[in-house]
């Protein structure tokens, strides 16, 4: 594989306040915390390990318009845990939110900023991932994206159905990765995307041309002269190629 993921970005008009409510509903810690980024991730964690993806909030102007095309499920271990989390993400700042989910048995919040999230109910197929379950990513076509994504990933694909496929790390530790078919286009640049990066001692250069001849292409979001390259998928979502890591 050219590159794997290594971490999440979110955009967030206020990135230090962001990342404090994230820190404490997953019960993680704000490892760094920088003018342009600040990053949240498990106690002790060594970075990149797949067994989580940490969180980087990174300053934007423009504030959230339309419903994320990607977003954190959060995993639970009984009812009564789903309802305590629910009731702690509510105490620091999420507000239910209304996707047109219907009657689901799982909970449909908003952080502080806008952001979408699910608190699932218990499902074993979630058990031992950590607190978050996976990242979702709406898809016209989850089979498609899900091929694209185990090059970009490089992660293994562990169900594919109709409307849904899914990835999880060769190593089988941490959240998934899913698509889930929408009908909805892409209107505006994700919120949420995937920062992917070559092993140590391979060549970035060379990743970008693999992941451009599967359908890949360059992707200008006002990034300016910086040191890593931003590509879009096949389907448009936006992500960056880092250096070897």
């Known amino acids: 594989m050219p ?7 979110i955009d967030a008009n206020d990135p230090p306040a962001l990342a404090r409510f994230w820190a404490a509903a997953l019960v993680w810690e704000v490892a ?4 342009d980024e600040v990053v949240v991730q498990p106690s002790g964690y060594e970075y990149p390990d797949p067994v989580a993806l940490p969180l980087v909030f990174v300053p934007v102007p423009e504030a959230k318009t339309v419903k994320n095309r990607v977003h ?26 209304d996707i047109g989910q219907g009657d689901v048995p799982w909970a ?13 109910e218990p499902r074993p197929v979630y058990a031992g991932t950590g607190p978050v379950a996976a990242v979702v990513v709406d898809s016209p076509d989850p089979a498609a994206a899900a091929g ?6 490089g992660w293994v694909r562990s169900r594919t159905e109709d409307d ?12 998934y990765l899913e698509f889930l078919r929408v009908s909805d286009p892409k ?9 992917v990066a070559p092993h140590q001692g391979e060549d970035r250069a060379a990743a970008v041309k693999v992941l451009e001849a599967a359908g ?12 890593w390259t931003v590509l879009a998928d096949p389907q448009g979502n936006e992500f960056c190629v880092l250096s070897p890591r």
Not at 218 to 227: E, K, T
């Open 72 to 97: 954190l499920d959060l995993a639970t271990e009984s009812p009564e845990h789903q309802a305590a989390v629910v009731t702690r993400l509510r105490g620091l700042g999420a507000q239910p939110a």
């Open 148 to 153: 694209f994504w185990e090059l970009a990933a």
């Open 32 to 35: 760094a915390e920088e003018p």
């Open 187 to 195: 209107t505006v640049k994700n919120r949420v995307h995937p920062d």
């Open 108 to 120: 449909v919040l908003a952080d502080p900023e806008g952001n979408e999230l699910c608190v699932l």
């Open 164 to 175: 849904f496929a899914a990835l999880r790390s060769p190593q089988g530790v941490g959240p």
């Open 216 to 227: 890949a292409v360059p992707a200008g979001i006002g990034q300016g002269d910086v040191s």
């Open 3 to 9: 590159t794997r993921l290594v971490h999440l970005v």
